[in-house]
């Protein structure tokens, strides 16, 4: 399996910008479907966005469509959120993880990084 670990969280002002980051390692990390997740206090963990093997395939959650863009460097070991327009309701530990192809479910996940965004 691999092993992550996330990155870039911090305070934000809302409308301002972070860029998250998840560094694999262990097995092939282009083997694995990477998602971002998050959790805000007192809420269930959601699903953020989502990116294929390859990168051809993504997909984003409702609430963050058009701010949030996803992205992988398979040469690197490593995943991205870039967040813009940040919202007061995007404060939330965030979580990346990783899944096979042939599961259903993510079974890799880092540690998480706390973003805060302030008014």
């Known amino acids: 399996q691999v092993q992550l670990v996330a990155s870039g969280g911090g305070l934000v002002q809302t409308g301002g910008s972070l860029k998250l980051a998840c560094t694999a390692s262990?097995?092939?990390?282009?083997?694995?479907?990477m998602g971002w997740f998050r959790q805000a206090p007192g809420k269930e963990r959601e699903f953020v966005a989502f990116?294929?093997?390859?990168?051809?395939?993504?997909s984003y959650a409702d609430s963050v469509k058009g701010r949030f863009t996803i992205s992988r460097d398979n040469t690197k070991n490593m995943v991205y959120l870039q967040m813009n327009s940040l919202k007061l309701e995007d404060t939330a530990v965030y979580y990346c993880?990783?899944?096979?192809?042939?599961?259903?479910?993510?079974?890799?996940w880092g540690q998480g990084t706390q973003v805060t965004v302030s008014s």
């Open positions: 990116i294929s093997r390859d990168g051809s395939v993504l």
């Open positions: 262990g097995r092939t990390f282009s083997n694995y479907n």
């Open positions: 993880a990783a899944r096979e192809p042939e599961k259903t479910v993510y079974d890799v």
